[in-house]
């Protein structure tokens, strides 16, 4: 995976986690300015997601990004709102990280 893909990816799991907080806060308090902030970051990101697509292929852009941003909301959740995991779904991030890792592997061939 070229630098540049992997560039793209992390600005666009920076924008997809804004909206996740920006959805929390509407969760929190009804206030639909947060509503209309966290649908059109949503847009900006899935926009982001096309470009990566056309560089990075649709199966291996999607599953690293859905992985990368499991991984960081987690960390927001954990951090900012003191939301807990189980043992098992605590396991599952492993998992996703093990999952993330393989796919990213470097391989011999040119991909």
Do not use: C, D, K
């Given at each position: 995976?070229?630098?540049?893909?992997?560039?793209?990816?992390?600005?666009?799991?920076?924008?997809?986690?804004?909206?996740?907080?920006?959805?929390?806060?509407?969760?929190?308090?009804?206030?639909?300015?947060?509503?209309?902030?966290?649908?059109?970051?949503?847009?900006?990101?899935?926009?982001?997601?096309?470009?990566?697509?056309?560089?990075?292929?649709?199966?291996?852009?999607?599953?690293?990004?859905?992985?990368?941003?499991?991984?960081?909301?987690?960390?927001?959740?954990?951090?900012?709102?003191?939301?807990?995991?189980?043992?098992?779904?605590?396991?599952?991030?492993?998992?996703?990280?093990?999952?993330?890792t393989l796919l990213m592997?470097?391989?011999?061939?040119?991909?």
């Amino acid at each position: 995976m070229r630098a540049t893909v992997l560039l793209w990816l992390a600005g666009s799991s920076v924008i997809f986690l804004a909206a996740a907080t920006a959805t929390r806060h509407y969760v929190g308090n009804n206030n639909i300015v947060w509503l209309l902030l966290s649908l059109s970051l949503y847009v900006v990101g899935n926009l982001v997601m096309v470009r990566i697509m056309r560089e990075g292929g649709l199966g291996l852009a999607v599953s690293i990004s859905a992985i990368a941003q499991l991984l960081l909301v987690n960390l927001v959740a954990f951090a900012l709102y003191g939301e807990r995991l189980t043992a098992m779904q605590m396991s599952g991030l492993v998992l996703g990280i093990a999952s993330m890792t393989l796919l990213m592997w470097p391989q011999g061939g040119s991909t």
